[in-house]
């Protein structure tokens, strides 16, 4: 009997306590889900606007953009032959004229080092319905050394019958 009565004491507090503690907890949530629901309201009346760039998306800048990106990619995986199937008849004359179709070839392989490593595409700014132009930026990393090289450039690509090729490459440092 000494013993219950010693222990009844001390389980109550622990439930005073464990209650105290539940409505500690309460109480903390429903701050959080006030200052959810006001943040909440706040977003429906100011709603938060992002800038919005007003690029072309017609049917035929998302085609140029697909070539431009194939062609990049051959550039970047070093594989010349996916990437003279993508060029125009006109780029292929010039290069027929100028240059060497070896040279095309040494231009999408590179060198061993720099080493070509990466890419990105600007958004598309359309010449005309057939003639779209592609702000891009090329990467080639030399072995050793902590930054890639960066060259800003352009590509451009056009439309010849049913098929989008690339009609001017991109300055790099095989090309500059």
């Not at 070539?67 to 199937?85: E, H, T």
Request: charged share 25%.
């Amino acid at each position: 009997m000494f013993g219950a009565a010693f222990l009844r004491p001390i389980f109550l507090e622990t439930h005073i306590i464990r209650d105290q503690h539940r409505e500690l907890q309460m109480q903390r949530n429903n701050q959080i889900l006030k200052g959810l629901f006001i943040v909440f309201l706040l977003l429906l009346l100011f709603p938060v606007e992002g800038k919005v760039f007003q690029a072309s998306n017609s049917f035929n800048c998302v085609e140029a953009l697909r070539i431009a990106d194939s062609f990049l990619w051959a550039w970047v995986n070093r594989d010349a032959d996916p990437g003279l199937k993508l060029i125009s008849k006109g780029l292929l004359s010039k290069l027929q004229n100028t240059k060497t179709e070896e040279w095309f070839r040494q231009y999408m392989i590179g060198l061993s080092n720099p080493h070509h490593s990466a890419f990105e595409i600007g958004p598309c700014k359309e010449v005309n319905p057939k003639r779209f132009i592609f702000p891009v930026t090329l990467y080639e990393n030399c072995t050793g050394e902590p930054k890639a090289l960066r060259y800003k450039s352009k590509i451009e690509i056009v439309q010849e019958g049913d098929s989008w090729r690339v009609d001017v490459l991109p300055l790099a440092a095989d090309n500059q």
